[in-house]
């Protein structure tokens, strides 16, 4: 059981490049979540999957897309990289709202955007 | 918009020592969560609390929904146990969390 998964680990990016992060969760859960964290700030929320087929933006959306692929997978994809989004990105995931159960982390990917 | 306030922002403990670390926000919530992050970056779920207390091992944690505040408690503090502490709300029927800006807790043997 390897719960959250999230690969990269690490990834460089020039200006105006773009990547997508992939995550995906061994534990059938509905919900899952993108976060960023930067020193100095609490953890953000970009996006969120309720459930299978649904997304919906959370605080800090701009310049990101989401994919809920299925059950399993959540992708977030930078389509033009800016260096404001160097920053930690970790991949989550809950059996239902965050109210009602656990959030399971992955282990990070480290971004930098020169 | 909740705002989640943690105090304090660092806190150094001998070996030994019983640990409070505090949170407070300013909307009612539907359950609260406290994070442990060790240096490396994982994030580990330590409790979600809707009321009460809960305790695992050395850890206890409490919430005052009128108060609006919780506590983190470490008793018999170990190095193993540096780490940033962060705390969580979770809105009735909301899927987002609005997070604190952790503590970071050091134990020195």
């Known amino acids: 059981n390897a719960g959250v998964t999230q690969t990269p680990k690490f990834q460089v990016l020039k200006t105006g490049q773009s990547m997508t992060l992939q995550c995906a969760q061994d534990m059938n859960h509905n919900s899952m979540y993108w976060y960023r964290q930067d020193p100095g700030m609490g953890l953000r929320l970009i996006y969120y999957s309720a459930s299978e087929g649904t997304t919906d933006k959370g605080e800090v959306p701009n310049g990101y897309n989401v994919s809920r692929l299925n059950k399993r997978e959540f992708s977030l994809r930078l389509e033009s990289a800016a260096p404001s989004q160097t920053s930690v990105y970790f991949c989550a995931s809950t059996y239902t709202g965050t109210g009602y159960g656990e959030q399971y982390f992955g282990p990070g990917t480290r971004l930098t955007v020169t | 918009k909740n705002e989640v306030e943690q105090s304090p922002q660092n806190l150094t403990a001998q070996e030994g020592e019983f640990i409070t670390i505090n949170c407070s926000y300013s909307v009612g919530i539907s359950a609260l969560h406290w994070l442990q992050q060790h240096p490396g970056g994982g994030i580990v779920s330590l409790f979600m609390?809707?009321?009460g207390k809960k305790k695992h091992g050395r850890l206890i944690a409490t919430i005052n929904i009128q108060e609006k505040h919780s506590s983190l408690h470490i008793t018999a503090s170990h190095p193993r146990d540096s780490a940033v502490y962060i705390c969580?709300?979770?809105?009735?029927?909301?899927?987002?969390?609005?997070f604190g800006k952790g503590t970071k807790l050091s134990v020195i043997p």
């Open positions: 609390l809707s009321s």
């Open positions: 969580a709300v979770a809105g009735a029927g909301s899927y987002q969390l609005t």
